[in-house]
């Protein structure tokens, strides 16, 4: 009997303790499975690293399943059809996956694991941004966690990254005045081309907390925190009467993942200017998806929305991206490009190579 | 010229660092002022100390102006008219106010700083507490800034306390089950008698977070916080997804004013549920007060709501008391007694003794 097409996958090691690193995934070779009624088989073009992916490797409590040794890695991942058995998908047809790709060159997955991409509207990649969790999370985190309102002082943390870059421009379009916080000068300028009206480069600042207080004078109203940490820290002295704070992630944790974190706390700080400070999670917005998404598009569209991308070639160096990101390193939004995008045209003629 | 009646107060002599001391405050003699217009004259039956006082008699900002040395200490109070320039309000009228009064033994007051006493209602310390700041702080902390509904699972810290033991009975009226966290057995025997489903004497608990998860293993989804420190700690290891918090006040905190609070901070937690935490002043809620208090009256009427007292007799008592109070010593509302109460029938016939 000859053998069946295989493919590459990245399992899960060991549970890192503090930051991964490359011996946190092992790299193995599997048969390509079969579609069965209902599902689909695509081809990876890009997949997806993303700070949660942090609390998903923990052993610790999280608010979603977590990756055990021996699984395959979760992630969301943009792909091409090679064969369908669902319904309203054809061989050639691009689609999205927020998180059930997973870490492989090939994934079957459920129809209804995934979206069709209408590749009219938006180039492959921002279907992992701007359309994807990124662009939803930014969205419900600055309009519905935090209120963000006309005229309110926004502070962004992560500004150039994934999430923030697209909520520094959507405070823009609702009226606010948007401050940026980022690692380096480099990413500040790229923060100040898509509109921040202030940014700080946390490393060239020798003191985060007087300089925040020197640009927000009248105090911060509402707060992406991406980050926690020092960021946070500084922040948190600033807050103007009733702010919002949307504690949406904790990446500069992430070398100390499980560990207690230890510093100031601010609860006076929260009670004095009566704020308002709420874990965010987007999948609690599900329902609203749509509308959200409709709109990132016609944003996206008219140009009010920009991203940058950092985009790793190889399927290989999947690990090697997220620590990236982990570090801090990427400019924009990062992805791993896994094969070529098809041409929009004969995409129906892809095999499995 | 005959010299005219005087009177005692306490000035704040000096702001304090860390807990206050009975050298805080210096007493000195002064006369007694004469009302104008629009004012009245009131003496003293009941002053009040309270927890929040700790913050205005620190330099730091806090959300209300605070009181400078040479001062008289602020803090509501309840009186008797001797005198009335105020329409609506005769001499023999109880009044109470929940800040202007100050610690003094006579106060002229603006009519629009006090509200008459209907005596009818609920015995006078009841208008310091239940109908009072206290009432309301519970009643909004609970049901609005906390949401608390039917079912939930409510944790109140300091829960013999004066805030404590209204939001306690307050949450069971609201169809929750109620935990409360108190510091010595007695005051825990005080909570079980007026309807907590369960109670934690901290200083009797060895491990207080191990206490909680045993008594809570469907998390908390309302947290009445009116300490900080460690219970606020062993409580946000426990959250329940969507759990709202409500940071009422932080007397554990009281004896490092000024000084930042180190410890674990929790964003990861609050991440993973989607907290809520908010700070709370129920200044805020100013404009809901009369809806609030009708309720809390029917309540007291009705005796759903009972109210424990600690009442120090004298007037050179009162930073005594104080300081009972921010060493939790207390057991119920701590009040200092300055006057006897006049008999409801023949109050008119008071004088300036």
């Known amino acids: 009997m000859e053998p069946g097409p295989t493919q590459r996958v990245w399992r899960l090691a060991a549970h890192p303790t503090g930051l991964p690193t490359t011996a946190t995934w092992t790299l193995e070779t599997v048969p390509v499975p079969q579609p069965r009624a209902g599902e689909i088989l695509a081809r990876a073009l890009y ?11 923990s ?36 689609v999205v996956s927020d998180f059930a790709f997973g870490w492989r060159e090939y994934a079957v997955l459920k129809a209804q694991a995934v979206r069709r991409i209408d590749r009219a509207l938006a180039p492959l990649p921002y279907w992992m941004e ?26 962004i943390s992560a500004a150039a990254g994934s999430v923030g870059q697209l909520a520094g421009q959507l405070a823009r379009i609702a009226g606010c005045r948007v401050i940026g916080v980022t690692s380096r000068a480099e990413k500040a300028a790229w923060c100040r081309a898509i509109g921040y009206d202030d940014v700080l480069a946390y490393r060239d600042e020798p003191d985060l907390t007087a300089a925040l207080a020197r640009i927000c004078p009248q105090g911060v109203d509402v707060f992406i925190d991406n980050t926690a ?47 308002t400070m709420r874990g965010f999670l987007v999948s609690d917005y599900q329902d609203r998806y749509e509308v959200a998404r409709s709109r990132l598009a016609a944003w996206v ?13 190889g399927f290989e160096r999947l690990p090697e991206a997220f620590l990236r990101l982990l570090a801090s390193r990427n400019t924009g939004k990062q ?19």
């Open 47 to 57: 997949l997806d690293v993303a700070p949660y992916m942090r609390g998903r490797i």
């Open 59 to 94: 052993p610790q409590k999280n608010y979603a399943a977590g990756v055990k040794p021996g699984d395959v890695m979760i992630g969301g991942g943009i792909g091409v059809v090679l064969e369908s058995q669902a319904r309203g998908i054809a061989a050639g047809d691009c």
């Open 130 to 155: 701007a359309l994807g969790l990124n662009g939803l999370t930014a969205y419900f985190a600055l309009y519905d966690c935090a209120a963000a309102r006309p005229g309110d002082t926004v502070v």
């Open 229 to 275: 940490g020092a960021i946070h820290d500084a922040v948190l002295q600033q807050l103007a009467p009733q702010a919002r704070i949307a504690l949406v992630g904790a990446v500069s944790l992430a070398a100390r993942f499980g560990e207690p974190d230890l510093g100031p706390r601010y609860l006076r700080q929260l009670l004095i200017a009566r704020a």
């Open 301 to 313: 569209k008219s140009g009010q929305l920009r991203s940058r991308f950092d985009i790793l070639d």
């Open 335 to 353: 992805l791993v490009r896994v094969a070529p995008e098809p041409p929009a045209a004969d995409a129906g003629a892809m095999q499995i190579q």
